[in-house]
């Protein structure tokens, strides 16, 4: 998927000029962790977060404790810096310039990545600069969910001989257990697992596979488990 296929268009939005009051009631009104920051032509030139607000002189919490040789090191201007951060009423001085963003083209794995990576909450979606949309983990939600349904929905095929074919494809989609390796019957939607496995996390994978797969009612486990280091064999717990 792309991102544009899962992001949201109609973004709040602040400006650099606006005040801090009115950025914070957007947040919380909308139940929003940040808002992009947008300059008059609509480009993306920052972004406001609750991170950004964590140490504001109104909660007391401005004091970081730095340590004088630290205080020295950095010089006055650090102390000035910070003076504004936890003191200006106004978005530009306080919103974090370096904004990692997307384009609305980009695979929704690689808006994933940077999530992970910079340990953001949401992305911007960015069209030769200007702000076209914002992907947040609600909207990542939104698509399983959505996924979800759509399979819900599937009709089930009652044929067994069908299913077991699909449980089989699933399997080796996996590529963490050979598919020949498993015995897959099926009665009346009810699939049956037997066969040897080399590692009891993949008990809960085939189980998985099984379950998901349309039409199918039930899973009977009858796997056993060969432990590599003594040769013995476990039975299904």
């Known amino acids: ?86 003191h200006s009423r106004v978005v530009g001085d306080l919103m974090t310039r370096k904004v990692f963003s997307a384009g609305p083209d980009d695979a929704l794995d690689h808006v994933v990545g940077i999530m992970e990576a910079r340990h953001v909450r949401r992305v911007p979606i960015v069209d030769h600069k200007r702000l076209v949309g914002v992907i947040s983990r609600a909207d990542l939600l939104r698509v399983v969910m959505r996924r979800l349904a759509e399979e819900r929905a599937l009709p089930a095929n009652g044929d067994d001989t069908a ?27 009810a699939v049956t697992l037997d066969g040897t496995i080399f590692d009891e996390r993949m008990r809960a994978a085939l189980r998985v596979a099984a379950e998901n797969t349309p039409g199918v009612r039930k899973v009977h486990d009858k796997l056993v488990t060969l432990d590599s280091m003594t040769a013995l064999y476990y039975p299904v717990p």
Request: charged share 25%; aromatic share 4%; proline share 3%.
């Open 163 to 189: 299913i077991a074919a699909r449980v089989r494809e699933e399997i080796r989609r996996g590529h963490w257990l050979a598919a020949d390796n498993i015995s897959i019957t099926v009665h009346d939607g």
């Open 1 to 86: 998927m792309r991102a544009a296929d899962v992001m949201t268009k109609a973004v709040m939005t602040a400006t650099p000029d606006m005040t801090l009051m009115e950025a914070i009631r957007q947040m919380l009104d909308y139940r929003i962790s940040g808002l992009p920051v947008v300059n008059e032509a609509g480009d993306l030139i920052g972004i406001l977060t609750e991170g950004d607000l964590l140490h504001r002189a109104e909660a007391g919490t401005e004091d970081r404790h730095q340590s004088r040789f630290a205080a020295f090191l950095l010089g006055p201007g650090h102390d000035a810096a910070d003076y504004v951060h936890t």
